[in-house]
């Protein structure tokens, strides 16, 4: 079995009973208001950014201290694809391991921040465009607990996870990410992680240490991405698949790109778009990362 199917065969394990839509819509109000949170897209990159000390991770440092703590963190990861959506909503979410070939090290990281079944109920509640299920087997996948450990080492702030549903475009998901925008005037920090940039299988090996080392195709899709998120350009970014050959080299595949379709849906008229962590890894991947909050 495939790496990719044996995740997704993961993520369709039993799920949480139906519960009155009606009820659940209701679910954000039980959470306080606060100030509009920022909206994050994060690269995560190589699974050992969990546990090195490198610019990538300080520029996850910064964006975690340069925001208001917030009272809960929901994550759309790249490394959970599920046919339909799910949150999970267990109260000690497992960290998972969902990776090969690396150090001892790394297996032995446990992030154990707590789940929050309160702040799934209340996504279920105000998604209305689709169903959502509450999931109690996934947990937190590298893509998610590689980078937040970094934002908030104590893992003291509950994490939830929302799944990419593989059968559906591109459009689909930044309208999703849309409805999410009523949790972020509750404290909620959502986070997008993938990479924009990500194609494994023509990955330079022998310059993984050579810095911001990149083939001619993906630096010249990595400006032209960071050229459409600094204009607010949803539309080219959306249709990715229409960009030309440096796009499809890029995005062999869309699960690490579509999180930034959620992140991108989140920002509104009175926003702006900031890039940290803007370097080439390896010739095929990047580290872009953005900040999306008040002008």
Request: with cysteine; aromatic share 8%.
């Amino acid at each position: 079995m495939e790496r990719k199917d044996f995740l997704k065969a993961m993520a369709m394990m039993p799920i949480g009973a139906a519960v009155n839509i009606n009820t659940l819509s209701r679910a954000a109000d039980n959470l306080a208001a606060t100030e509009r949170m920022p909206v994050l897209f994060l690269g995560h990159g190589s699974p050992m950014n969990a546990i090195d000390h490198n610019p990538f991770t300080e520029g996850f440092e910064k964006a975690g201290a340069g925001i208001p703590r917030p009272k809960a963190i929901l994550c759309i990861s790249a490394h959970w694809e599920t046919k339909g959506t799910f949150v999970t909503a267990m109260e000690k979410p497992q960290t998972i391991h969902d990776f090969g070939g690396f150090p001892k090290a790394l297996f032995d990281v446990q992030y154990p921040a707590p789940g929050s079944p309160e702040l799934a109920k209340s996504t279920q509640g105000i998604i209305t465009s689709t169903p959502v299920g509450l999931n109690y087997d996934w947990g937190l996948d590298h893509g998610c607990w590689s980078v937040v450990k970094h934002l908030y080492p104590k893992a003291d702030i509950p994490v939830i996870q929302m799944s990419i549903d593989y059968t559906k475009p591109a459009a689909w998901h930044y309208a999703l990410g849309k409805e999410l925008a009523a949790l972020r005037r509750k404290g909620i920090l959502i986070v997008g992680s993938g990479n924009t940039v990500h194609n494994l299988r023509m990955v330079a090996w022998d310059k993984m240490q050579v810095p911001n080392y990149g083939y001619d195709w993906a630096i010249t899709a990595n400006e032209k991405m960071k050229q459409m998120i600094t204009n607010s350009d949803h539309t080219s970014l959306i249709q990715f698949d229409k960009q030309g050959q440096e796009f499809k080299l890029s995005i062999p595949t869309p699960e690490h790109y579509l999180p930034l379709l959620y992140t991108l849906g989140l920002q509104e008229k009175d926003e702006k778009s900031s890039i940290f962590n803007d370097a080439m890894v390896a010739g095929s991947l990047n580290m872009m990362s953005v900040k999306i909050d008040k002008a």
